[in-house]
């Protein structure tokens, strides 16, 4: 299995509350993902990483951000919590942008109150 | 844009059945096509891939064919075991693009 972890793996928080996730990775992976899982929806892209400092946006960008200042760890920060981003969150890493395999890490459930 | 579509679910099948999961795409160019099974309470792993048209990827007694005529992946196994319960993620990616994943099919095996 690839080296990803993902924390917290749980938690509450309530509604305007900043909330930062972290994943970190032992394979030294160029890019790095994170994505959200709804019912109906599969996984969204929410931003992703193709090295240090260097970060894009995906589909579902708002109310998020990102920073990479190591090459093992990705940040996600929920700015100002609402309802609407309780959510699984998946971290994933690959050694080459798309057409190579993504590696999931476990997953974050959040849950905004 | 690109797209991947797959049926609904939920999936409900007797231990030893044939499993089909109908997976088609949209897309410009010859993307790569992916399956990924997620566990309960676990992340996505990659199941099976296939890279260019009439490519079969194969894994664990699962199988899709890439259809660049029919534009599809359907995911196939001959004889379904209990321990094959999980959802089941169809997803294509461009070279320098993002993957696009459907909306997952969850499959339940019966002993």
């Known amino acids: 299995d690839a080296g990803i972890t993902q924390s917290p793996r749980h938690k509450v928080t309530e509604t305007g509350t900043p909330v930062t996730l972290r994943c970190h990775q032992t394979e030294n992976h160029r890019y790095m993902y994170w994505y959200r899982q709804d019912p109906g929806h599969g996984l969204r892209l929410i931003h992703y990483?193709?090295?240090?400092?260097?970060?894009d946006k995906g589909e579902v960008s708002d109310g998020y951000s990102v920073s990479r200042s190591k090459t093992e760890d990705f940040l996600l920060t929920l700015e100002s919590a609402t309802s609407s981003q309780t959510s699984v969150y998946f971290c994933?890493?690959?050694?080459?942008?798309?057409?190579?395999?993504?590696?999931f890490g476990p997953g974050t459930r959040l849950l905004v109150l | 844009g690109d797209s991947v579509t797959q049926m609904e679910g939920p999936v409900t099948l007797s231990e030893e059945a044939f499993l089909t999961i109908n997976c088609t795409y949209t897309a410009t160019g010859y993307p790569s096509l992916f399956w990924y099974v997620q566990y309960p309470g676990e992340g996505l792993q990659l199941l099976l891939k296939?890279?260019?048209?009439?490519d079969k990827g194969s894994n664990k007694g699962f199988e899709a064919t890439y259809r660049k005529e029919t534009t599809s992946f359907h995911l196939e196994k001959g004889s379904v075991q209990v321990s094959d319960s999980a959802v089941y993620f169809c997803a294509l990616s461009h070279p320098g693009n993002q993957f696009y994943f459907g909306t997952g099919t969850s499959l339940t095996v019966i002993p």
């Open positions: 990483s193709y090295g240090v400092k260097d970060t």
């Open positions: 296939a890279t260019k048209a009439d």
């Open positions: 994933a890493i690959s050694e080459s942008p798309a057409q190579e395999t993504q590696y």
